[in-house]
């Protein structure tokens, strides 16, 4: 009911940027919450930073200062500028959304994309 396409990930040095791309597809009523995950390999999926209706943010400490969120509401699309990459930031990259789709009562869930890989290496 919502498709949701990760883009721009790929191989940075150290000190290095990348900025990831999520787009909303599909029967969509409308978008509460969006947010990007990350998991590194042997590591549990964690919270990297969000954003709401209102543009209000929240980010996880390892990536404050250096990561920004941002959202397109008329292209349901979401971005994660990283700066400053470090080889912890490696990971596979998710994004969610929290939407609501065309549908009787207009149901709410969570939606996620299949992912991008971040590589930061020397």
């Known amino acids: 009911q919502v498709r949701l396409v990760e883009s721009g990930g790929g191989l940075v040095q150290p000190g290095g940027s990348l900025r990831l791309s999520c787009v909303a597809s599909?029967?969509?009523?409308?978008?509460?919450?969006m947010a990007w995950y990350r998991q590194a390999p042997g590591k549990q999926r964690e919270l990297v930073a969000g954003i709401f209706s209102d543009n209000s943010t929240i980010y996880e400490d390892p990536v404050k200062g250096r990561f920004t969120i941002s959202r397109d509401n008329r292209k349901n699309t979401v971005y994660l500028q990283m700066n400053s990459l470090k080889p912890e930031d490696t990971a596979v990259y998710y994004c969610?959304?929290?939407?609501?789709?065309?549908?009787?009562?207009?149901?709410?869930?969570?939606?996620w994309g299949q992912g991008t890989q971040v590589t930061v290496s020397s």
């Open positions: 599909g029967s969509i009523f409308s978008i509460n919450a």
């Open positions: 969610h959304a929290d939407a609501r789709v065309q549908a009787p009562a207009y149901p709410r869930g969570d939606y």
